[in-house]
C-alpha cells in the first residue's frame, strides 16, 4: 500500500462494516476498470490502489490482521507494518510507547476490534459467535519461563503464544453504531499477570445505497438529470422501509444534502446525499433531446 491508508483509499470510514467496504470495493472497481477507462495510465493505477486496499481490508480476517498491527503501531509509537511476539512482550514491560523502563505493569495489552451486527440484530440485541486471536498463557509452563533464560518447546521462553478461539459476545438491544463493548479478561494476556480486556466496537450495517459518517446515517438518493434541472418529486425507502416522496428543487446540484428528521437510524436524522441516476444506455431519441440541449447552450 505505499503507506497509504486502505480506508481512505476505498473512502469508507474505520467504522464500516465488512458489507460496507465489500460494496466501495465493487463500485470503485466498476468506476475505474481499465476495460472502462482504455489507454488511462491514471485510471489504471487508480485500479491497483483500489484492489491493494482490497486485498489488506477485505475479508474479516485480513481487516483483523490489519487493525491489530495499526493498533500495535499506535501503541509503540513506530511505524506501520507487522510486529513480532517478542515486540510485543518487550512493549508490555516497557508499560507503553516512549515511557521509562520501569516495574512490569503485570497486564496484558488490551485488543480493540470491530463487530459486525445486522441493523436487525442491533435492534432486537442477541449473542453472536466472534472469531479472536490473541496471546494467551503458555499452558506447558504456566508462563514460568518468562525473562527467566529457561527454554519451553511450547513457548520458547516467552510464557505466552497466540492461539485463536471462538468468544460468544452479547449484543445489547437497540445498540448504538461505534458503541464499545469492553469484554474484561479477554484482551492479550500477560505471562506474569491479568489479561488485557477486549474492546468491540459495534459496526452496524446501513446497507445498500447507505453509510455511515462518524455517526450519521447517510443515504445515496439517484435523482433523474431533468429534476436535478428542472425540479420534480422522487420518491424513496427508509431505513425503516417506509416510502416518502420528496421534491427536488431545481438546480440541485450531485453531492447536495437534505436532512430528514426522525427518518435514520433508531429515529435520529437521515441524511440524503443527492447523485445522478444512471440512465443505462442511451436511446437514439435519447441523444437526438441531447444534443438539441447541447445546440441551446445546455
Given amino acids: 500500500m505505499d503507506g497509504r491508508d486502505p480506508y481512505q483509499v476505498l473512502g469508507v470510514e474505520r467504522s464500516a462494516s465488512d458489507a460496507e ?3 466501495a470495493f465493487r463500485r470503485l472497481a466498476r468506476q475505474h476498470h ?14 491497483k490502489s483500489i484492489q491493494s486496499a482490497y486485498d489488506f481490508i477485505g475479508s474479516p480476517q485480513k481487516r483483523r490482521e490489519h487493525d491489530q498491527a495499526e493498533q500495535f503501531a499506535r501503541f509503540t509509537g513506530s511505524g506501520p507494518g507487522p510486529r513480532g511476539l517478542d515486540d510485543l512482550l518487550r512493549q508490555m514491560m516497557r508499560g507503553g510507547a ?19 451486527v445486522s441493523s436487525s440484530l442491533a435492534e432486537s440485541g442477541g449473542k453472536i459467535p466472534f472469531e479472536l486471536s490473541r496471546l494467551r498463557r503458555c499452558k506447558r509452563c ?8 529457561s527454554n519451553c518447546a511450547v513457548c520458547n521462553g516467552r510464557g505466552v503464544h497466540r492461539r485463536e478461539s471462538t468468544v460468544t459476545v452479547t449484543i445489547p438491544s437497540k ?11 479477554l484482551g492479550n494476556e500477560h505471562p506474569m499477570g491479568t489479561p488485557g480486556d477486549l474492546i468491540l466496537m459495534v459496526r452496524v450495517d446501513p446497507g445498500e445505497g447507505r453509510r455511515w459518517e462518524s ?45 430528514i428528521p426522525s ?15 444512471d440512465v443505462g444506455e442511451l436511446t437514439q431519441e435519447m441523444i437526438e433531446a441531447l444534443e438539441n440541449l447541447r445546440n441551446l447552450g445546455l
Avoid: C
Avoid at 227 to 254: C, H, K
Fill in 142 to 149: 504456566d508462563g514460568n519461563t518468562f525473562r527467566t533464560g
Fill in 34 to 47: 481499465p476495460d472502462r477507462n482504455p489507454g488511462d495510465p491514471a485510471a489504471e493505477e487508480r485500479f
Fill in 175 to 185: 445498540v448504538a453504531h461505534g458503541h464499545r463493548l469492553r469484554l474484561r479478561g
Fill in 98 to 116: 516512549q515511557e521509562p523502563p520501569r516495574e512490569p505493569p503485570k497486564r496484558g495489552i488490551d485488543i480493540e476490534l470491530g463487530i459486525d
Fill in 21 to 23: 467496504i465489500k460494496r
Fill in 215 to 259: 455517526e450519521r446515517l447517510v443515504q445515496t438518493l439517484h435523482v433523474p438529470y431533468t429534476a436535478m434541472l428542472l425540479g420534480g418529486n422522487v420518491e424513496f425507502n427508509t431505513p425503516s422501509g417506509r416510502t416518502i416522496r420528496m421534491q427536488i428543487d431545481a438546480g440541485s446540484q450531485p453531492g447536495d444534502r437534505r436532512r
Fill in 263 to 277: 427518518e435514520g437510524w433508531q429515529g435520529g436524522p437521515l441524511d440524503l446525499e443527492l447523485a445522478i441516476e
